[in-house]
C-alpha cells in the first residue's frame, strides 16, 4: 500500500509581527521539519473513507470532517475527479500540539493521491490548494526547512542549515491554536534579518536565542507544565536553546548532533511525550 510521512512542523522562533483586519495575526517563523512523523497510506477505492490508528489516532475519532478527508475532496475537486481512495492514518503525533499534525497529515495526503491517482500536479498547485485548508498546509507540503510570512502560507527560503538534533517533548496536554492567540498581550515583534547560513549548531543557537516564540508567555499561562517541560530541556547535557513550538505545548531542545539529542532522552521524567533525533531531510 503507497505510504507518506507526515513529519512534525517545529517552529524555531515565531514572531507575531502585526494582525489583519480580518483578525489573523501575520507571522514570522523558520520552520523545519523532523524527528517523528504521522503516515498516511492509500489504496485504490470506489468511494472515500479514512480509517484510524496510531497512539493518538483514537483523539481524532470525535472530529466530523478529518483534514485528510477534505485534502482529499479537494484534490479530487481540482482534477475534476470523483474521489476514490480508502485512507488510512497512523497518528503518532499528539493532538493539538504545535507542530502541525493535522496541517501535516492533509499535505501527506496531497502528496501521496497526487501519486496515486496520477494526476502530477506540481508542488505550486498542491500548495495553493493547501492554503484553503489551512496556513500551515503549504509548508507541510514542502516538509523542508522555510521561512513562513504572512499567515504562514508565505514562504520563502530558510538559510542553510547545518547539522543539528532535535529533541521533541510535550507534557500530553493539548493547546487550541485560538486560544493561545486570543491570549497573547502587548506589541508586535518585527521580523529579523537571518543570515544565509550557519556554520554550526552553536551559531544557529546562538542567534536563535536572540529571537523568540511570542506565543510561549500566553500559553504558558493556560498551561503552565510548558514551563517545566522548558526548565527540564535547558538544563540537559548538551541542549543549545530550549524553545515551545508554534502555539504549544510541544517544546524542543536543540543539539549540536541527532546523537546528542538521542543520548538525552533517558533524563526526561515518565509520562511526557518525546521523540529525538535529526531533522526530517529535505524532500
Known sequence: MPTELAPAKVNLY???T????????LLDSL????????EVAAEPATGLSLALGGPFGAGLEAE???????????????????????????KHLPVASGIGGGSADAAAALRLLNRVWGL???EARLGAIGARLGADVPVCLASRPM?????????????VLPECGLLLVNPGLALATPTVFRARMGAFTPAPALPSA????????RDLAALRNDLEAPAIGLCPPIAEVLMVLGALPGCLLARMSGSGATCFGLFATAAAAVAAVP??????????????PAR
Open 14 to 16: 515565531l514572531h507575531v
Open 18 to 25: 502585526g494582525r489583519r483586519a480580518d483578525g489573523y495575526h
Open 31 to 38: 520552520a523545519v521539519f523532523g524527528p517523528a512523523a504521522d
Open 64 to 90: 466530523p470532517d478529518n483534514l485528510v478527508l477534505r485534502a482529499a475532496r479537494a484534490l479530487a475537486a481540482e482534477a475534476g475527479i470523483a474521489a476514490g481512495a480508502a485512507l488510512r492514518l497512523a
Open 120 to 122: 502530477g500536479f506540481e
Open 147 to 159: 521561512r513562513m510570512g504572512g499567515v504562514g502560507e508565505v514562504l520563502s527560503p530558510a538559510p
Open 198 to 205: 550557519w556554520a554550526d549548531a552553536t551559531a544557529m543557537a
Open 267 to 280: 533524563a526526561l521524567p515518565g509520562g511526557w511525550w518525546r521523540a529525538a533525533g535529526a531533522l526530517h
